[in-house]
């Protein structure tokens, strides 16, 4: 289980009380300025510290330290739901898709912004046009390890989950989109979806790769 953190000592006591029992985790520290590493091994996860700020970043550096063959994502400021996990991990395990990927359901009015949604349905569709069939970029997927690190992602910002879904496609991945629950952030403020110009960065970082 990998958590790619920026100072998410809010947000990550309850997300780690959450996770499934039995799954070792692996929080990113990506240059925290609050306790998240601290907050983190107190709730016994591992941490590694990946100082070069970006979300891809952070995702490879868990996906190069995760030892298990089945490595699962998710955000640690609580606004996705953990207990679909198990399902999508069993949905890989069982070899019924390559990669599971979250569909982000809003669970009250507000919780995402309009202009993030536009974008993402946007790019979505972009993506389906090229044969890969979801409809959401969300953070929060299931894959096996090695498969995942073979695909060679090169980007380690905001295109980071967009150049993952095109490259599986091209390489004929099945794909099985599972509905989860999105709600506020438990802390914090996000980095891409709290604001116009982060969606304006996260979205310019995205077409581009679909160019």
């Given at each position: ?5 920026l ?40 941490v590694v ?21 089945l ?55 972009m ?26 992602i090169e ?57």
């Amino acid at each position: 289980m990998v958590l790619p953190c920026l100072d998410e000592e809010e947000a990550l006591p309850a997300v780690l009380k959450r996770l499934p029992a039995d799954w070792p985790v692996l929080v990113v520290d990506n240059g925290s300025t609050d306790a998240t590493a601290d907050v983190a091994r107190a709730h016994g996860a591992r941490v590694v510290v990946e100082p070069r700020r970006g979300y891809g970043a952070a995702v490879h550096t868990g996906l190069v330290n995760a030892e298990a063959d089945l490595v699962a994502f998710l955000d640690g400021d609580g606004s996705l739901d953990p207990d679909v996990l198990p399902g999508m991990a069993e949905t890989v395990m069982d070899g019924r898709a390559d990669m599971a990927v979250g569909r982000r359901i809003p669970d009250t009015a507000g919780v995402w912004p309009w202009h993030a949604r536009a974008a993402n349905s946007v790019i979505a569709a972009m993506l389906r046009g090229k044969g890969v069939p979801v409809h959401d970029i969300a953070p929060i997927r299931v894959a096996h390890r090695k498969a995942l690190i073979d695909l060679q992602i090169e980007d380690r910002a905001f295109g980071y989950p967009l150049e993952l879904l095109i490259k599986a496609g091209a390489a004929g991945w099945t794909f099985d989109e599972i509905p989860v629950a999105y709600s506020r952030r438990a802390g914090g403020r996000s980095k891409v979806s709290g604001s116009v110009k982060g969606t304006f960065r996260a979205a310019r970082d995205m077409t581009g790769l679909l160019r």
